[in-house]
Nanobody, 127 residues
Framework: QVQLVESGGGLVQAGGSLRLSCAAS????????MGWFRQAPGKEREFAAA????????YYANSVKGRFTISRDNAKNTVYLQMNSLKPEDTAVYYC????????????????????WGQGTQVTVSS
């Protein structure tokens, strides 16, 4: 079992920044890859960013590339999503998720393969 708890969401003006955190517990954090997904009202959940078990590989959706940075601190069992130059279209509930079945440097972007999910944190970007 893995428990994931997100924090750091909120209301920000367009052009601003937020940093989301996701604290994990229950299994050795460095044994699984992590992803961030988001879901806007009336839309399907979509991939935003992912990071491999060691942190050596990262991957981003085109919509956030160059603005968002995913990172992890395996000593603190936490994954982060630094979000800069936020746009109103970034407004969504953001979820972190754990993929327990990846090789060391593997990243997967399909939400269906992720095994555990946090409860989500709301990010609202005003224009």
């Amino acid at each position: 079992q893995v428990q994931l708890v997100e924090s750091g969401g909120g209301l920000v003006q367009a052009g601003g920044s937020l940093r989301l955190s996701c604290a994990a517990s229950g299994r050795t954090f460095s044994s699984y890859a992590m992803g961030w997904f988001r879901q806007a009202p009336g839309k399907e959940r979509e991939f935003a960013a992912a990071i491999s078990r060691s942190g050596g590989n990262t991957y981003y959706a085109n919509s956030v590339k160059g603005r968002f940075t995913i990172s992890r601190d395996n000593a603190k069992n936490t994954v982060y999503l630094q979000m800069n130059s936020l746009k109103p279209e970034d407004t969504a509930v953001y979820y972190c998720a754990a993929d327990l079945r990846t090789a060391l440097l593997t990243i997967r972007i399909d939400a269906r393969v992720y095994d555990y999910w946090g409860q989500g944190t709301q990010v609202t970007v005003s224009s």
